[in-house]
């Protein structure tokens, strides 16, 4: 069983930074991918990034060159720097876990968080 808590939310303008944690609690000595997405209102969700246990990561094209994910693994925490933030960055933010060996895949997360509030204003 994996838990995922996010925090770091907020209201910035347009051009800021926010930065995004995940507390994660679970067996971190097996193999795993770690996510984060984002959900707007009347959109479909969309991966965002993914970080494996090896530290190899995957950012979308949508949010490539300013957004960045890392991971403190003593700390069981996952992190998405986000800059220079755009209007259409709004969403709910969520992270998610699976246990797996190999290329995370967007459609393979079963544990979530319960999302964390971005909103980017002019």
């Known amino acids: 069983q994996v838990q995922l808590v996010e925090s770091g939310g907020g209201s910035v303008q347009s051009g800021g930074s926010l930065r995004l944690s995940c507390t994660v609690s679970?067996?971190?000595?097996?193999?795993?991918?770690l996510g984060w997405f984002r959900q707007a209102p009347g959109k479909e969700r969309e991966g965002v990034a993914t970080i494996r246990s090896d530290g190899s990561t995957f950012i979308a094209d949508s949010v490539k060159g300013r957004f960045t994910v890392s991971q403190e693994k003593r700390k069981n925490m996952m992190y998405l720097l986000m800059d220079i933030l755009r209007t259409e960055d709004t969403a709910m933010y969520y992270c998610a876990a699976y246990y797996h060996d190999g290329f995370c895949w967007w459609d393979e997360f079963d544990y979530w968080g319960q999302g964390t509030q971005v909103t980017v204003s002019i």
């Open positions: 679970g067996d971190t000595a097996k193999d795993y991918c």
